[in-house]
């Protein structure tokens, strides 16, 4: 299995160096597989469908070609998966995909833990430490590095704008000690991107450190996320013709977005045969995607603040993966594209919760808006000739492929639930007057003491600051 270059064509490497480098140094782009392995056809039609573990291991092996032998691939599976998602029915139509059930509560724990745990067998037979630097705009951080503490042999700095962040999500990612550290960088969380990108070009700092990546752009974070859309994709078709009478569905995944790395890891699952027939790409008032895909324009800009904080992207970094898979028009066929505002969110929160009993987060919460309108008549409207104003919460006007079978009521959406709702109890609160059960694991960090680092979003302070103490 080779990958190549978002920016480079002619770009060709192995599993282990695109993990290892986390980005092409050289060009600037990012990495994705040359061609999209087919998982077995007699596999995806197992009734009922396989273990989250299995669709796992199966898909991985596709990814790591002969590079991680299938006893040690096995071992990296089940050490990093002792949880499952879990595939909640809503209503008729809709599912919800649990993806919390990790040590940190929320999906990040997904793709960072086969990352740290690939990372590491990468990096068995060397001699100096792995420096790893990753920018978050919330949970990123808390899930690289709860996947990299005590690691041998790898080193973590997490980079995160101080006050921008839920005070949990502060504790969950600034309580680590000894491999891994946090800075808290005067700004926001493209300033902290652009550190980190700025660091990984810097020729000197290359030369006395090795460093990667750890957020979304590295691909061994990304490919992992695709083994859960399988998943689900596989349950819901078994469970459709029972739960809601339909049969041969389409399958819609919803998905809260910021970075997109979660929806581009949808579209890998998507190439690789898992029965999903459509996306709907979901964001808050950081609506750079929906906007691109209404108007052709892609224009990057700075982030807002939103009640969803950790989608808070205003130059997601895997539009480029994106345009590199599809053509803009063919974007436009695949998903339908969705941006909501908090007054919207708020009311989303209370409106999944008074129709279903269901608390969902903030931005779990945005794709379940997205849902709702979809299938109350929202594309409807579109094909019957309505317009959209781009500046109001909604749909972006184009018309996707599977919109018939929405209005012909032959979809089910599955919508991705990225946090545990206690994660943000006070958002919920505000919107339900009812505070979501901390889990425990949650309850444990809000006690340890806060080490985060003070630091300047200007790059010299940053490099002075790696030089002395890395
Ligand atoms: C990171 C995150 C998102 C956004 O995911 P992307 O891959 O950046 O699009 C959504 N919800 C939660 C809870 C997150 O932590």
Redesign the pocket.
Known sequence: MTYTDTRDSSVCVDFKTAVMNGMNAVTGGLYIPTEYPQLDKTFLRKVPEPSFRDIAFESARLFCGDEIPSGDLQLIIGDAYPFSPQVVPADQVTYIMELFHGPTC???DFGARFMARVMSYFNRNETTPLHILVAT????GSAVGSAFHGVPGLDVTILYPDGKISPLQEKQLSTFTGNVRALKVAGTFDDCQKLVKTAFTDNELRSKFRLSSAN?INISRLLPQSFYYTFASLVVKNRMPRDSKIENGSIIAV?????????TSGLIARKMGAPIAGFVAATNSNRTIPDWIFSGQYEPRPSVSTL?N??D?GA?S?YERIVSMYSLENVRRLFASYWLDDKGTLDAIRHCYDNTGYII?P?GAVAWKAWSDIRRGALAELVNGGTRNMSEPGLTPNIPDWAPAVINRQAVGIVLE??HPA?FGETVKAAIRREPVIPDRLEKVMRLPDNAIPMSAFYPDFKDWLLANL
Do not use: R
Not at 137 to 140: K, V
């Open positions: 929320a999906f990040k705009s919330g949970d990123t979304s998905v809260p977005s910021g970075n997109f790395g979660n929806l969803s950790a989608m992207v997601p895997n987060d931005h990225t946090a994660k």
